[in-house]
């Protein structure tokens, strides 16, 4: 089923970046729809931390209230799933997985991303709880804990130097990543242990918390909380109609869409917000990224309605 009527734009993902700039454009009286997949990336969460004024707040809360916000100035929220998306005739069609198509003039991408844990037997049972990614998000809620490191990578050891802020008891699984011998000393002047052996296998409580952490020579590190270094991966399921640039980032970060200023793009019309462009960002930075590509692809609009007003304008005054 098609809709023929055409809207401003379309905001696939409705997260924080997605429903912010949806609100920008509805306050500007564009016709604006979200669609929202309902998978948030920070939904094992407990709240959300480090956004001033909604600190410790359910993730789900803060998307209710958005999603209200947006709807208050007439924009709609459909909650479904993206299988198609490609340029139409100067605007662009948005296929939907109930078999619904949608037509805008614009679309922002706000898809966020996943994080793609390392198979480590038992560590995604615990994911968002006892496994966790962030000190800025969840490091307070663990601090004093014996914390075992996972290193995934060089950006591990700055990964353990965080955590160590937050923590006494903090041990360092090199997972066969290479140490050389000033990280080595910089860790044992820190108190940092550094485990070589092989990592077996996360081990839980009777409770379902996290034991410890089983060496592959049977040895058992007991930890209360396990940090580790996602790759994070822009989600991008259903858009490849649209063709937009990739770009991997260095150490085995992660893949991202490519962007520029406040969120364009190489593919005229779209832009990008939030995690799916920029895997490091915060909600509070993911929702300022939404705000200011939603400012952007409005101004857009806005030359683009005043070119066609011109022409228009000059075709009466020769008539």
Known sequence: MTNTETIDAIVIGGGAAGLNGALMLARSRRSVTVIDSGSPRNAPADGIHGLLGHDGTPPADLLRTGRDEVQRYGGRIISGE?????????????????????RARRLLVATGLRDVLPDVPGLARHWGHGVVHCPYCHGWEVRDEP???????PASVHHALLFRQLSDDL???????GLDEDTR??????????VDTPVA?????????IAGIRL????????????????????????????????????????????????????????????????SAQVGASAAAGALAGAHLNADLVA??????????RAEVLR
């Open 82 to 102: 993206v299988i198609g998306a490609v340029p139409a005739d100067g605007a662009f069609a948005v296929t939907l997985a109930g078999g619904e198509t949608l």
């Open 185 to 194: 000393t910089r860790f044992a002047a820190r108190g940092i242990r550094i």
């Open 171 to 177: 041990v360092y699984f090199t997972r066969d990543t």
């Open 147 to 153: 914390i075992g490191v996972l290193a995934v990578g």
């Open 216 to 279: 592959a020579d049977g040895e058992f590190v007991p930890r209360a909380v396990v940090a580790v270094a996602t790759s994070m991966q822009a989600r991008v399921e259903g858009l490849a109609g649209l063709a937009l640039p990739m770009e991997d980032l260095p150490n085995g970060m992660g893949r991202r869409i490519a962007s520029g200023m406040a969120g364009t793009t190489a593919v005229p019309g779209v832009w990008v917000a939030g995690n799916a462009t920029d895997l």
């Open 304 to 313: 683009a309605d005043t070119d066609a007003a011109l022409l228009a304008y």
């Open 201 to 209: 296998a996360i081990e839980s409580t009777e409770d379902g918390e």
